[in-house]
């Protein structure tokens, strides 16, 4: 098992009270699916996936990361854990805009540690395999949305992780570059990387294995 | 990483061209503050550091204590130096030095086959013992140190003057003519030095103490009590205790001078201070070089300090207000994998980056401005890469520690966004940011508005000081010194020719005048005491009419009168105060007589006449006890002619032309009297000429930042302008409206500031004895030039702001 949340439940306190964002959410995750999670706005859908993506934490619950449960360990070794197994790319891409291309996929083995000689291997092997050798002096503003949510992903799968969260990753493109990226992803799935992706598009979200239905915080069916 | 950081860095600079401008000016411009004021401190206590065994080596002063005052000086009598050598071992070395009082200059004179082929004045003509060059290192590039004034009639001097005389020859063995107040001697040229390090004993030739009639009177003199006219300095033994030394100083001179000094009312203590402190710590080098400060140094380097800090603040405020620009890339950076610390070390990465750069500029800055500095701070500070590896390394410690108080709190505010909030385009500046901006803004202000008021202050004093009554006439006083024998003897010769000038009011001489340094006094007692009961009076020793000549106001009595014969025999003019410390009144003191003992004889004069105060010395000084004295010599040191003329330089001419008459051998050198008293003010005005660049440094720092954050503002609330435009706001609404935040700001620092800078201007102005009040106009004025000038700063981008029309700046949202 990949990963497993127990009773999670996320809040918010404010002068008109507590506000439920996530209640009494379980599921496990297995290695090598491919899961949707599905659900209108304000259901919770981001705010599950920043906590799988350990960015944010269940005000209640258990989470446990092979084996590791995330909810009791410090923020050093969550941050290793995290670091070493999950990659994100976003809706609006996030890339750093005054790096290449180049430079934004290498950022992460920056901050792995990783030797100057490897760190060009790898990043050099990515160009390759996305096709944007041509491209990797080019700014992210000289880009496409698609070309640049290629960029985020090339970057979140740098360093191998065995998780992929991805947040309405084609949320900003158009329906060909769209399906680019999916498919993409299912390659990627299909050479053994979990992935777990917030969608609004039933078209989408069919590319996986599994679909989760958030409805006002909680899984539903 | 370091080079991704570097190229973040970079683009960054780039991109944001105008906020890169502000900070890096504003950053090298403080650095060089700083570099300026590093080189100028270094300079400053580098006084007679160079010494061998500096810290063993002190200089001897004598506290003079009398019924109602007490006084340090510098000076001892003649035998006290080696008689200490004598008494107590630790003293390992002694040497004495002579400065002529009342004489600035001495005449060369080189004769080649009989005839004088070259004469000219010379400036810190010092006398000293055999034992001088033993103390103190000179840097000798002809002769030897220990054994060069070991014979009367020796002298050394620098290496200009040797340039002087002899041009590239060698000046060791030569003979010159040196005509001071000495005598007229034939001196044997035993050394030629090189004055490469900076010193108190800051001589540029140095006479045998035992020629002339200074020697004579040096191998004479017996008296520990009078004549302390001698600057004495010792060298102890390695690890000698100096504080037990001075303990046992007080017995030292009670033994030789007990009886003396009971007899004429006035007792003696010695101190010690360390050489290496004279040119800061000293309270009084006398006639020797002028006096650092340690007072200035540390006003100085604060102005530095926070001129150097107003930059920091800038690029502090203007990188936490474009934070929301940088947050999206801390929110990436941070799901990619950066861990707090590495975005905290990339951050100040980056200011270390800015500032380096700015070291870059400021060091040319400092290259450029270093001329400029040394006229105002009237020092001659050159860099040398030998001299000043220590200053480089502190330079660039100073970039490192800049860079680093800079990007702190950036640096920290950045890398603690949380990746969600910023990525999902929620940032806003936590107000506790919002807060620590303002509070930084209104520091800013506040030190510039204490430095405007320090500036108005100074000015007004300074103002004060060249408009205040002297109680006598000090325009058209050309003051022409009688600097040797010849001309001394001249003096009446040369004033029956001058006065046959119509355009020339009087003319008189005397051993001093107002405005110059002179150490001329005595203790007297009046009839019925005794000298245990004196009071100490400054003299001058005057010609007959010196007191008409520059207008002393005789309010009772006569002035000296050749009228009377026995004017030149024992009679006394005073001042007002001094009659007031006698016990009398102007009125009753006429015919009253004053006494004082010396060597068993008492001596006595009768006060014939009584003057209204005036100002003998600069007024940080009050007004003391004066008195004239008929000087039955004729010994005078300066001759003073008032004139009326509309034509100061034909009156010069005429004046020259007389002089040569007389002295054809001599220059004719000439001062004006108002202007000698001015120059008792050229540290306090050097000073307020240094602080008010500075003033205009930190002002400018600080708008450069207020204008970045005005920027800023402007362009975070473009939309809010354009719906209020939509709504009917007039421009004038709008400018209002982004200037308000701003000048209430500014309001703050003027309150904060006003308190401070009343303070510290109070302290400052205690130094003068005659001082002005701190107005609340002054307050007024620096409050509304700091609002003038920040609005000035703000609205222009409000203004700019306010002119875009609405629709586009909606329409980018």
């Known amino acids: 098992m990949l990963l497993q949340l127990n009773k999670v439940f996320k809040w918010y306190d404010s002068k008109a009270g507590r506000t439920f964002i996530l209640r009494d959410v379980n599921f496990d995750v297995q290695e090598g699916e491919f899961i949707s999670i599905m659900g209108p706005s304000g259901s919770g859908k981001s705010t599950l996936l920043h906590i799988l993506g350990m960015m944010d934490e269940p005000s209640e619950g258990e989470y446990y990361f092979i084996e590791q449960p995330v909810h009791k360990i410090r923020e050093k070794q969550r941050s290793e854990l995290y670091k070493k197994y999950i990659g994100f790319v976003f809706q609006a891409y996030h890339l750093i805009d005054e790096l290449t291309v180049y430079e934004n996929i290498e950022t992460p083995l920056l901050y792995h540690g990783m030797k100057s000689s490897e760190r060009q291997s790898l990043v050099a092997d990515i160009l390759d395999r996305f096709h944007m050798v041509g491209k990797k002096d080019l700014f992210p503003s000289q880009l496409s949305g698609g070309q640049q949510q290629l960029v985020g992903i090339a970057r979140a799968i740098i360093t191998k992780p065995k998780l992929i969260l991805a947040d309405e990753p084609t949320g900003n493109l158009n329906s060909k570059q769209g399906e680019e990226i999916m498919d993409l992803f299912k390659q990627l799935n299909q050479e053994g990387v979990t992935i777990i992706q917030v969608t609004h598009s039933e078209k989408n979200a069919a590319y996986g294995s599994r679909i989760i239905n958030l409805f006002d915080g909680r899984i539903e069916g | ?813």
């Not at chain 2, 320090?454 to 002297?470: E, G, H, T």
């Not at chain 2, 703050?748 to 003068?768: D, R, S, V």
């Not at chain 2, 920040?790 to 629709?807: E, G, W, Y």
């Open chain 2, 1 to 813: 990483m370091l080079r991704n950081y570097f190229k973040i860095a970079f683009r960054n600079l780039q991109k944001n061209k105008a906020f890169s401008f502000i900070n890096i000016l504003g950053l090298s411009v403080g650095m060089a503050c700083c570099m300026l004021i590093l080189l100028y401190v270094q300079n400053e206590i580098s006084y007679d550091k160079h010494h061998t065994r500096a810290e063993d080596m002190y200089r001897v002063g004598t506290t003079f204590v009398t019924t109602d005052q007490t006084k340090n000086m510098p000076y001892t009598p003649a035998p006290m130096a080696f008689t200490l050598k004598a008494d107590f071992p630790e003293v390992e070395q002694a040497t004495r030095v002579f400065v002529p009082f009342n004489e600035d200059k001495a005449i060369f004179k080189l004769a080649e086959n009989g005839k004088v082929s070259k004469s000219f004045y010379e400036s810190k003509g010092y006398m000293a013992d055999s034992t001088f060059f033993d103390l103190f290192s000179y840097k000798f590039i002809e002769g030897v140190p220990h054994t060069a004034l070991n014979e009367p009639n020796s002298v050394v001097v620098s290496e200009e003057i040797a340039q002087k005389l002899f041009g590239n020859q060698s000046a060791l063995n030569k003979i010159v003519h040196i005509a001071s107040s000495n005598g007229n001697i034939d001196f044997k040229i035993t050394g030629v030095f090189r004055p490469d390090k900076l010193s108190t004993i800051d001589g540029r030739f140095f006479m045998s103490l035992s020629s002339g009639e200074m020697g004579a009177y040096v191998r004479s003199a017996r008296n520990f009590a009078f004549n302390n006219m001698f600057y004495t300095f010792i060298r102890l033994q390695p690890g000698s205790n100096p504080q037990a030394l001075e303990k046992k100083l007080t017995a030292f001179i009670n033994k030789y001078a007990g009886a003396d000094m009971k007899a004429a009312g006035f007792k003696k203590k010695q101190f010690l201070e360390a050489v290496s402190d004279l040119h800061l710590k000293s309270e009084d080098n006398g006639q020797m070089a002028g006096k650092g400060s340690i007072s200035y140094v540390y006003l100085l380097t604060s102005i530095a300090i926070f001129t150097l800090l107003i930059a920091c603040i800038n690029f502090m405020n203007l990188s936490t207000a474009r934070s929301g620009k940088r947050a999206a890339e801390v929110g990436i950076r941070k799901v990619v994998g950066a861990e707090k610390a590495m975005l905290i070390s990339q951050f100040l990465g980056e200011s270390l980056l800015l500032s380096i750069l700015g070291l870059v500029i400021a060091s040319v800055l400092v290259f450029l401005f270093l001329p400029v500095f040394n006229q105002l701070a009237s020092t001659s500070i050159h860099i040398e890469v030998s001299q000043h590896v220590f200053t480089f390394l502190g330079f660039i410690a100073l970039a490192i520690i800049t860079g680093l108080i800079a990007g702190s709190y950036p640096a920290f505010y950045l890398a603690s966004f949380q990746p969600i909030k910023v990525l999902k385009g929620k940032f806003t500046n936590t107000l506790a940011a919002v807060n620590l901006r303002r509070g930084l803004v209104i520091f800013q202000f506040s030190i510039s508005i204490i430095l405007i008021l320090a500036s108005l202050v100074v000015w007004k004093q300074m103002n004060y000081l060249k408009d205040q009554s002297l109680g006598f006439k000090q325009a058209q006083q050309v003051v022409i010194p009688l600097r040797t024998k010849t001309t001394k003897s001249s003096y009446e010769a040369l004033k029956t020719e001058i006065q046959k000038n119509s355009q020339v009011v009087s003319a008189a001489a005397a051993g001093s005048y107002p405005g110059i340094f002179s150490a001329r006094d005595q203790n007297f007692y009046t009839d019925g005491k005794t000298g245990a009961e004196s009071v100490n009076v400054k003299l001058n020793d005057v010609d007959y009419n010196f007191i008409e000549t520059l207008g002393f106001k005789v309010i009772s009595g006569r002035p000296f009168s050749k009228n009377f014969a026995a004017d030149t025999n024992s009679r006394i003019v005073l001042n007002e105060k001094a009659v007031a410390a006698f016990g009398y009144t102007p009125e009753n003191v006429i015919g009253k007589r004053l006494h004082f003992d010396w060597n068993n004889e008492v001596f006595d004069y009768e006060i014939i006449g009584v003057v209204k105060d005036f100002h003998y010395e600069g007024l940080q000084q009050s007004i003391g006890r004066f008195g004239f004295l008929l000087d039955r010599n004729q010994n005078y040191n300066y001759m003073v002619v008032n004139v009326n003329t509309s034509s100061m330089e034909s009156m010069l001419q005429f004046m020259e032309t007389q002089w040569k008459k007389f002295n054809p051998e001599e220059p004719f050198e000439y001062t004006f009297m108002d202007q000698d008293f001015q120059r008792n003010y050229d540290t306090e005005q050097r000073m307020g000429t240094i602080v008010s660049y500075f003033t205009f440094i930190a002002i400018f720092i600080s708008c450069l930042g207020l204008y970045g954050l005005a920027t800023f503002t402007a362009e975070q609330r473009i939309k809010e302008i354009g719906i209020r435009k939509v709504l009917g706001a007039s421009i004038t609404n709008i400018v209002q409206l982004l200037s308000k935040d701003f000048l209430k700001l500014v309001l703050i620092a003027l309150l904060i500031a006003g308190p401070i800078a009343w303070y510290a201007m109070n302290e400052w102005l205690q130094k003068f004895a005659y001082r002005i009040e701190i107005q609340w106009w002054m307050f007024a004025i620096a409050g509304c030039m700091a609002l003038l000038i920040a609005f000035l700063t703000v609205s222009f981008q409000a203004v700019k702001a306010a002119l875009i029309n609405p629709v586009k700046s909606l329409k980018t949202e």
